[in-house]
């Protein structure tokens, strides 16, 4: 199994401490959260960042606020339920796309809303309920990563059972070992460890070591340049970097087996919001027959939502495109958009890959069937 021992995220002693994420990979240093408000900052600076780990992050944000009023201020439970409503709403509004952010902060309500009593005792039961969401990130994303181990690689003889062929095929030029194209970073660095999209590039490595990463470098904030290739290279996974521009060129000539991307947010049909970029790449593979794999836990599925039409897509700040390290790019000025997320929509989707199993399209019928057997239930 291949470790990936990159921390992201801890609660050590009340405190939250995160690894900075915007100064990587030239620069490996931790902040350290005390209140709910630093974690919103965190979190809106993209110290920390990916679906997983904003939710990790916020479920940890309302323990600390729980634990401000518990241990240092009045303590009085009409205090803390404030106090908890401020906080909730203040970390929600910090990304509007990943939901991720909603689902960790209802899970805390749930904790929060039913306490009765002590408000040490809720501060320490939201606590355990933040560690608990780590965990079962973590626990998540090493599942997501065997099944979509099953679909690119297959199983190898052993370990109980049959060996077994992919389940998806790869593309049909394509003879070599996995060449698996990613965009952005869904990686340990995304979640609370082992990473979505990377976890399932992780478990196949492991399977099969001929195994070769394209990333694309995943302008304006170039998450794949600094952090993909950050993690798969502490791994010794190999890895090039391209330009995103650079995606259509493999893909047209046959070096790409499969694109695997993480996603901020699913719909009920299975319509896929994830990095700006990601809906291009996944108009190339369709167009050169390369499935396209997301790979996702179910904190990612948004089954209220029937379509990707629906999804907020956050726009972010001008000077992510107009500068780059600092430098300006572009004439003093000019007009700038800049959406940080698109929508793939599902007819591009060959398999989405969640801890519940893997859904096949049609995807409003696979993804409520697979709802059923996680513990949020059926939708
Ligand atoms: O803006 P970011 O860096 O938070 O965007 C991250 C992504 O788009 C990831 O692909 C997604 O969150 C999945 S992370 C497992």
Same mark, same amino acid.
């Given at each position: 199994?291949?470790?990936?021992?990159?921390?992201?995220?801890?609660?050590?002693?009340?405190?939250?401490?995160?690894?900075?994420?915007?100064?990587?990979?030239?620069?490996?240093?931790?902040?350290?959260?005390?209140?709910?408000?630093?974690?919103?900052?965190?979190?809106?600076?993209?110290? /920390?960042? %990916?679906? &997983? +780990?904003? #939710?990790?992050?916020? @479920?940890?944000?309302?323990?600390?606020? =729980?634990?401000?009023?518990?241990?240092?201020?009045?303590?009085?439970?009409?205090?803390?339920?404030?106090?908890?409503?401020?906080?909730?709403?203040?970390?929600?509004?910090?990304?509007?796309?990943?939901?991720?952010?909603?689902?960790?902060?209802?899970?805390?309500?749930?904790?929060?809303?039913?306490?009765?009593?002590?408000?040490?005792?809720?501060?320490?039961?939201?606590?355990?309920?933040?560690?608990?969401?780590?965990?079962?990130?973590?626990?998540?994303?090493?599942?997501?990563?065997?099944?979509?181990?099953?679909? /690119?690689? %297959?199983? &190898? +003889?052993? #370990?109980?059972?049959? @060996?077994?062929?992919?389940?998806?095929? =790869?593309?049909?030029?394509?003879?070599?070992?996995?060449?698996?194209?990613?965009?952005?970073?869904?990686?340990?660095?995304?979640?609370?460890?082992?990473?979505?999209?990377?976890?399932?590039?992780?478990?196949?490595?492991?399977?099969?070591?001929?195994?070769?990463?394209?990333?694309?470098?995943?302008?304006?904030?170039?998450?794949?340049?600094?952090?993909?290739?950050?993690?798969?290279?502490?791994?010794?996974?190999?890895?090039?970097?391209?330009?995103?521009?650079?995606?259509?060129?493999?893909?047209?000539?046959?070096?790409?087996?499969?694109?695997?991307?993480?996603?901020?947010?699913?719909?009920?049909?299975?319509?896929?919001?994830?990095?700006?970029?990601?809906?291009?790449?996944?108009?190339?593979?369709?167009?050169?027959?390369?499935?396209?794999?997301?790979?996702?836990?179910?904190?990612?599925?948004?089954?209220?939502?029937?379509?990707?039409?629906?999804?907020?897509?956050?726009?972010?700040?001008?000077?992510?495109?107009?500068?780059?390290?600092?430098?300006?790019?572009?004439?003093?000025?000019?007009?700038?958009?800049?959406?940080?997320?698109?929508?793939?929509?599902?007819?591009?989707?060959?398999?989405?890959?969640?801890?519940?199993?893997?859904?096949?399209?049609?995807?409003?019928?696979?993804?409520?069937?697979?709802?059923?057997?996680?513990?949020?239930?059926?939708?």
């Amino acid at each position: 199994m291949i470790s990936s021992e990159v921390r992201t995220i801890e609660w050590r002693d009340g405190r939250v401490i995160m690894i900075d994420q915007r100064l990587l990979p030239a620069v490996e240093t931790y902040v350290t959260c005390s209140t709910w408000e630093e974690v919103a900052e965190a979190i809106s600076t993209m110290v /920390i960042r %990916g679906a &997983p +780990a904003i #939710g990790v992050a916020a @479920a940890m944000g309302v323990a600390l606020a =729980a634990r401000t009023v518990a241990f240092t201020e009045s303590g009085a439970a009409p205090a803390m339920y404030s106090a908890l409503q401020a906080a909730t709403k203040g970390l929600f509004a910090t990304r509007p796309t990943a939901y991720n952010l909603g689902w960790a902060l209802e899970q805390m309500r749930t904790v929060w809303e039913g306490a009765v009593g002590d408000p040490r005792e809720t501060a320490r039961a939201l606590e355990r309920r933040a560690l608990e969401i780590m965990g079962g990130d973590v626990d998540s994303c090493r599942q997501i990563g065997e099944y979509g181990a099953d679909l /690119i690689v %297959g199983r &190898p +003889a052993g #370990g109980g059972g049959p @060996a077994t062929a992919p389940l998806i095929p =790869a593309a049909p030029c394509f003879d070599d070992g996995p060449r698996i194209l990613t965009h952005c970073n869904a990686g340990a660095l995304a979640t609370a460890g082992y990473g979505t999209a990377l976890g399932v590039i992780r478990s196949s490595f492991a399977r099969d070591r001929r195994l070769r990463v394209l990333a694309d470098e995943t302008r304006p904030l170039l998450q794949g340049a600094r952090l993909t290739a950050w993690e798969l290279k502490r791994d010794g996974i190999p890895v090039e970097i391209i330009t995103d521009s650079m995606a259509g060129f493999y893909l047209g000539r046959g070096e790409v087996s499969h694109v695997v991307v993480g996603a901020d947010r699913i719909t009920a049909n299975g319509d896929t919001a994830n990095k700006i970029g990601t809906y291009a790449v996944s108009v190339l593979a369709r167009e050169h027959g390369v499935p396209f794999l997301v790979a996702a836990p179910f904190s990612t599925i948004d089954l209220s939502l029937e379509d990707g039409s629906l999804i907020p897509i956050e726009e972010r700040e001008a000077t992510e495109v107009t500068t780059l390290g600092g430098n300006r790019l572009t004439p003093e000025g000019v007009g700038v958009r800049n959406p940080a997320f698109d929508v793939t929509p599902a007819s591009h989707i060959s398999a989405i890959i969640t801890e519940g199993g893997i859904a096949f399209p049609p995807y409003r019928q696979s993804l409520a069937a697979l709802a059923c057997n996680t513990e949020g239930g059926c939708p």
